[in-house]
């Protein structure tokens, strides 16, 4: 007899849309939000989010029952619902349906003309998986967003990863319910972490927080991992800040390098530039031309003057790395239950996947040797 297929622990329903709330804990809420009321948050979404976009194919073709809300009690009303997947299409719904939810748009009129195209009422049902407590729907959400088609941007999943350490969580149980690596979840965590730190210190983050793939790259850098002394995610210690107190004036000015800030440009325009930004940064003659205001490029060519080749030491790294893992890989199972030697190893994966994921950034069609 075939087995059935295993379903996740959630129910199908159907529900009210006028008993479905936002939830202001989604990653995409800012955390000055999070206690505001669902007509504020709709509003929020609408502006950032593209929610006018999920609208009109509401409008022109209809809601996809295929495609249900996840939904959790909501904690303080009976028969209440918050919608922990799906807060676009939620807020499309609301707009459609509330007037006076449009009128809190940015441009209410273009959102009044798609709600006279196909009638939307707060007493539709909804359909809907409906979970017993937030715990349960992690798998199926974090399945979407960070591995899935409709995946969050990099600051969004680190969000999503560092809600659930706080939960209690290791980071090796984090990987496994989100599908993902242990490694990538730790340079997530870590990264976040790094821009908490920041933001502890008085630093403008804003900019930070939106072009967060760029300080991604930047921490995938060893060179400039050691400038400003953050960990390996392998090494990250847990509520533990990842800068040292005596690196914080470097991470500073690194932050303020790369991205900028009110009296200063940043002095690279595209991550591309990161590994050559690194280069800069390790050097003594480098780091003192920027330093004195002069761009990456009179940096490189100070370096380059001073009589050192990076691209050649670099080929050399990998060289002698690629030699001591093959010479070490003879020896390896005789010791597999060292528990330094698989620290080891965790640390070596986290590398090459730090120097994979600046490859996958850098270039859009990667060599063939790759």
């Keep these: 007899m075939s087995e059935s297929v295993p379903s996740s622990s959630g129910q199908l329903a159907q529900v009210q849309l006028k008993a479905l709330r936002l939830d202001p804990e989604n990653p995409r809420i800012p955390e000055g939000m999070r206690g505001e009321s669902t007509a504020d948050l709709a509003t929020l979404l609408e502006m950032g989010f593209e929610a006018y976009s999920v609208a009109q194919s509401i409008a022109e073709l209809g809601y996809f029952q295929a495609e249900p809300l996840i939904v959790i009690p909501h904690p303080n009303d009976a028969d209440v619902w918050v919608v922990t997947e799906g807060n676009r299409r939620l807020t499309a719904l609301l707009g459609l349906a509330d007037s006076a939810v449009r009128e809190g748009f940015t441009e209410p009129d273009k959102w009044n003309a798609l709600a006279a195209k196909r009638s939307i009422q707060m007493e539709m049902s909804i359909p809907v998986v ?39 969580r290791t980071l090796q149980e ?151 893992l093959a010479a070490a890989s003879s020896d390896v199972s005789e010791y597999s239950s060292d528990v330094e030697v698989l620290g080891l190893i965790g640390d070596i994966e986290s590398a090459v996947e730090g120097i994979r994921s600046t490859i996958d950034e850098l270039w859009i069609d990667p060599p063939a040797a790759l």
């Design 130 to 168: 409906v979970h017993k407590s937030r715990d349960t729907t992690h798998a199926e959400i974090a399945r979407v967003h960070v591995v899935g088609k409709l995946a969050w941007r990099p600051f969004m999943q680190a969000r999503y990863i560092a809600a659930r350490v706080a939960e209690g």
């Design 174 to 324: 984090v990987a496994d319910l989100i599908g993902i690596s242990k490694s990538k979840v730790a340079d997530l965590y870590r990264d976040q972490a790094v821009l908490e730190q920041a933001e502890r210190l008085g630093l403008e983050t804003a900019q930070v927080e939106s072009a967060f793939s760029v300080l991604t790259v930047a921490l995938s850098s060893t060179k400039v991992r050691e400038h400003v002394g953050a960990p390996l995610g392998s090494r990250l210690v847990l509520d533990q800040d990842p800068i040292p107190p005596d690196k914080t004036d470097a991470l500073t000015e690194v932050l303020r390098w790369i991205f900028g800030d009110e009296d200063h440009e940043p002095v690279i325009s595209d991550s591309r530039q990161m590994s050559q930004f690194g280069n800069v940064i390790s050097s003594d003659v480098g780091i003192a031309a920027l330093r004195s205001g002069e761009t990456l490029e009179e940096a490189k060519q100070k370096v380059s003057a001073a009589g050192l080749d990076p691209l050649e030491a670099l080929k050399r790294k990998l060289s002698a790395a690629k030699n001591a």
